[in-house]
């Protein structure tokens, strides 16, 4: 999932669907469906008339609805409400295919801190920290938000 949107703006969402079918033979539309239902986007959408957090909540509907060995999430939860977060979260969380790895780069640490396995810190192109998520809260008797902001403090 990338950080900014690909997709053609004059499209609307059942079109992208239908691109998407064609494209990758491992897309699931029916469950790309399920999610805009979920999510409240209507497939007579243009996407050039959807909010940043709307196309952002369609990416993420795309990228979830291949069945892949591993998913790349650019910052998925900017540019969405709080109240939606928690419904991201629970949607990547509940739609990767069984096996696969799923990666998140974000600065929103405590929004994601409850379904972290494995944590990396990168700064300045460089890995300062890597860990399993629970053995690092033991270690530092704290949470790997506050181990984040110790570590990137300015």
């Known amino acids: 999932m990338p950080e ?21 033979t491992n897309f699931d539309t029916q469950k790309a469906l399920k999610l805009l239902t979920d999510l409240n986007l209507d497939i007579h959408t243009r ?3 959807m909010s940043k957090g709307m196309q952002e909540k369609l990416q993420l509907i795309l990228v979830m609805s291949r069945d892949a ?5 650019d ?14 979260l629970d949607t990547i ?26 944590v990396i810190f990168i700064g300045d192109g460089e890995v300062i920290l890597t860990s399993s998520a629970d053995e690092l809260r033991n270690k530092e ?4 938000d506050e181990i984040f902001r110790r570590c990137f403090k300015c």
């Open 93 to 118: 969380l509940s739609n990767f295919s069984d096996g696969a790895s799923v990666l998140i780069s974000t600065h929103l640490i405590a929004d994601i801190e409850r379904i972290l396995d494995e």
């Open 4 to 24: 900014r949107t690909y997709l053609d703006k004059e499209m609307k969402i059942s079109q992208v669907l239908q691109y998407f079918s064609e494209f990758y």
């Open 47 to 49: 996407i050039a008339k």
């Open 141 to 144: 008797n704290a949470s790997i």
């Open 75 to 88: 910052e998925p939860l900017g540019g969405v409400d709080p109240a939606t977060r928690d419904y991201i």
């Open 69 to 73: 060995k591993l998913y790349i999430l």
